[in-house]
């Protein structure tokens, strides 16, 4: 598979070029457009508790979305939900990647992508406790809200970003969770205050807009969700 993207930074689309027959998969509702001919067929991935685990806890959908070129070959375009930039990350079977909450938007059918735990965030921070671990060998493409940074750590060097600007990090990097406030009362009264303190040697992405901002805007605002 090879990606194209455009309207970069801020409202990237990923053009997926299929070769022959080859499938990948998509995260539920992404799909913009397809090439004709090209088959789709959406299934709990992983099995049902795989796939409500990755739904309830990664913040993903609870169907993944297969699209398979047809003997010509084929692509298919995705794009997130929220205006922002796209990253594609190139696996090579060694080193893994862990993706926060509604960051996946595609990847290579040969890529792994499992839910395990990231930190209690999602009881106190409202980013979502649990992270999507991709691995294997293949292409994922990765979405974010406004621009992406990339932050390449030495081995030794330390860097602390705050819960929902972080987009996904190399499994090569330590992570710890903390709140960045005297207390945990604090944090808990605001919902701010939760960071993460990184240490290389590998890369963090960021984004430079924060989900959780937005939601408290439009809440702010009488534009949230009402029951």
Not at 91 to 96: A, E, K
Request: aromatic share 8%.
């Amino acid at each position: 598979m090879q990606v194209r993207t455009r309207h970069t930074p801020s409202f990237g689309v990923a053009r997926l070029m299929l070769a022959p027959g080859e499938p990948v998969r998509v995260e539920s509702g992404a799909m913009m457009a397809t090439s004709y001919g090209v088959a789709v067929e959406a299934r709990a991935q992983g099995g049902l508790f795989k796939s409500l685990a990755r739904a309830a806890l990664g913040g993903e959908s609870l169907f993944v979305s297969t699209y398979t070129a047809p003997p010509q070959g084929g692509w298919v375009d995705v794009a997130a939900n929220l205006p922002g930039d796209l990253h594609v990350l190139e696996l090579d079977g060694r080193v893994g990647w862990c993706l926060t909450r509604g960051s996946w938007l595609a990847s290579s059918a040969t890529i792994q992508l499992e839910t395990q735990w990231g930190g209690f965030r999602n009881l106190f921070g409202g980013e979502g406790g649990f992270l999507m671990h991709a691995g294997g060998q293949g292409t994922v493409v990765v979405s974010c809200y406004g621009a992406l940074d990339v932050v390449d750590l030495q081995p030794g060097e330390f860097v602390t970003i705050d819960t929902g600007h972080v987009v996904a990090y190399a499994e090569t990097v330590q992570s710890r969770l903390r709140t960045i406030s005297q207390g945990l009362t604090q944090s808990l009264k605001s919902g701010e205050g939760l960071v993460f303190d990184f240490a290389g040697p590998g890369q963090v992405l960021t984004q430079t807009r924060n989900p959780r901002g937005l939601v408290t805007w439009l809440q702010a605002n009488g534009l949230g969700a009402r029951g």
